[in-house]
Nanobody, 118 residues
C-alpha cells in the first residue's frame, strides 16, 4: 500500500510564505499524476496544482503565480511552495498520487492544516 506523509503546515500571516512537503513510499516517477488539493469545511476538495507524467502542469486560477509545485525524484518527495498567502488560502492541504494500472488508483496523505491569519 502506497503511503503519503505531509509536513510543513501551520499558521502564517497574510503575505507570508510556507512550504509543504509530501514524502511518498514509492517511486514517484511511476505515477501518472502528482497533485496537491485543499479543502475547507463545507466545501468540496479542490485541486491546487497537478503535474502529469508527460510534464503538463495545471495550476488553479486562485493560486496561479503564487504557488509552485516541485518534485525530488531521488527523495520521492513533492513540494508545494506557497507565496503571498491570503486568508482565503486557509484550508487543509492534501498531497495526492494517482496511476492507472488495471484501473485508476489514487492515494492521499493525511492532510495538513494551513491557516493564514494576522
Amino acid at each position: 500500500q502506497v503511503q503519503l506523509a505531509e509536513f510543513g503546515g501551520g499558521l502564517v500571516e497574510p503575505g507570508g510564505s510556507l512550504t509543504l512537503s509530501c514524502r511518498i513510499s514509492a517511486d514517484i516517477e511511476s505515477f501518472d499524476r502528482l497533485a496537491w488539493f485543499r479543502q475547507v469545511p463545507g466545501k468540496q476538495r479542490e485541486v491546487v496544482v497537478a503535474t502529469f507524467k508527460l510534464g503538463h502542469i495545471v495550476t488553479s486560477n486562485p493560486v496561479k503565480g503564487r504557488f509552485t509545485m516541485s518534485k525530488d525524484i531521488a527523495e520521492n518527495t513533492i513540494t508545494l511552495q506557497m507565496n503571498d498567502l491570503k486568508s482565503e488560502d486557509t484550508a487543509v492541504y492534501y498531497c495526492n498520487a494517482g496511476a492507472t494500472v488495471d484501473k485508476w488508483h489514487e492515494y492521499w496523505g493525511q492532510g495538513t492544516q494551513v491557516t493564514v491569519s494576522s
